[in-house]
């Protein structure tokens, strides 16, 4: 009889992931991306969506995380926490059945989710909106260091964006001429140019101007507009619905909390339909009624036209603050302003011929934020939170391009 050997297997422990997690956290959402040893790949941070919404049901005993709070806000809204990131450090807090939140515990409760989320990183770098004051950034950073989150840094969205993508403004030598073996001549570099980056969330509307030199990239101007938000531009729109559906079957969804909130959530997908052109079909259903709504991409922009104005009006007025001899060379929409109904068509006709227009991907600040992190890591950036200057690796060409003399159409960055 022979005797067998039995081994205990064990479990084999995942390998950490060396590098920084980058994190764009706004009012509205948070993203997260790595940056590029790993080519920029996206981290969901809620399964299977890549974006984790930043609110918080109140409704069970526990508080649920997510977008649990975002089917709540319209038909509940006196039991969600959301948009308790600009109040941070202030007396502001969300009651809601047992549970009393203030911004500190709601962010600390978003931290511990993130951390869930994403076990086999052991660096945390965070892109932060330019809405906030240096204590409130001092605050966030405390509470990270309190609770353990592994948090390395931090810098302004906006920034880390012009940063990651300064080669879009650069020029490329020509090729080697064949069958000479002369190189020509590299392009020096030409005087500083500005980019614009506007960005928003549900707080505010945020325009930022950053001169890139070829060593540098300096913000000139900042500009915060809280009632130029994406929640007043779903408000908007959700009225404007509402209004309509009065007009055909003299039934307002306003009046039922579940279809104010079905129709209010159907906004954000209908939001990335009307950006390629494609008309939109709505439907609001009640307990005894329901009305289907055919939409185009002109409806959402008229019932806007306010804001876009608004808008406008604000890029019209930082870029005179700003005025300098510098030119504009391009125009960065982040892809939550992009989304905005009529924004970036509006833009691009109030701008210079030359200056050209961008949507950005929707991972592009957490990649941005994630290379930082690892700058950081390499002891090339200082350990404090960057939102004034940067500087940017390598050798960059800003001589403007022949075909920047032209007029150009609006760009829609893809990689």
Not at 32 to 41: C, D, H, M, Q
């Amino acid at each position: 009889m022979a005797w067998i050997k039995w081994t205990s297997s064990k479990a084999v422990k995942p390998t950490p992931i060396k590098g920084c997690l980058g994190l764009e956290l706004t009012a509205s959402r948070a993203r997260a991306a790595t940056g590029v040893p790993t080519r920029g790949r996206t981290h969901p941070l809620e399964e299977p969506h890549l974006d984790l919404p930043l609110t918080i049901s109140l409704e069970r005993r526990t508080p649920q995380i997510g977008r649990a709070g975002g089917e709540l806000i319209r038909r509940l809204p006196h039991l969600v926490c959301h948009n308790f990131l600009p109040y941070l450090g202030q007396p502001q807090s969300w009651r809601g059945g047992r549970h009393i939140l203030d911004s500190t515990k709601a962010l600390t409760i978003f931290l511990d989710k993130i951390r869930g989320a994403s076990p086999l990183f052991e660096h945390f770098f965070f892109g932060l909106p330019e809405y906030l004051t240096s204590s409130q950034i001092a605050r966030l950073t405390a509470i990270a260091l309190k609770h353990r989150f592994p948090l390395k840094g931090t810098a302004s969205n906006a920034l880390a964006l012009v940063v990651d993508h300064a080669d879009l403004l650069s020029v490329k030598a020509p090729a080697k001429s064949k069958g000479t073996g002369v190189h020509p001549k590299s392009h020096k570099p030409s005087q500083p140019t500005e980019v614009l980056v506007v960005d928003a969330d549900d707080h505010a509307l945020i325009l930022n101007v950053v001169s890139v030199e070829p060593g540098e990239a300096i913000v000139k101007g900042t500009s915060t507009r809280p009632r130029l938000g994406v929640g007043l531009w779903k408000e908007k729109l959700l009225d404007t619905f509402a209004d309509r559906c009065v007009h055909f079957c003299r039934r307002d969804p306003r009046d039922s909390g579940d279809a104010e909130q079905s129709l209010f959530e159907q906004i954000d997908e209908s939001l990335d339909h009307i950006r390629t052109g494609k008309h939109v079909d709505l439907t609001v259903r009640a307990a005894h009624w329901y009305q289907d709504l055919h939409l185009q991409p002109a409806d959402f922009e008229s019932a806007c036209l306010p804001l876009i104005r608004s808008s406008v009006e604000a890029v019209r007025e930082l870029l005179e603050v700003t005025a300098t001899t510098l030119p504009l060379r391009a125009v960065w929409l982040t892809h939550e302003a992009g989304r905005l109904p009529g924004l970036a068509r509006a833009v691009h006709h109030h701008l210079a011929e030359r200056t050209s227009i961008s949507v950005l991907r929707p991972e592009a600040v957490a990649s941005a934020v994630a290379n930082l992190g690892d700058r950081f890591l390499a002891g090339e950036l200082p350990n404090t939170h960057l939102d004034q200057s940067i500087a940017i690796p390598g050798t960059i060409n800003l001589e403007p391009p022949a075909e920047s003399r032209t007029p150009e159409a609006m760009k829609f960055m893809k990689g």
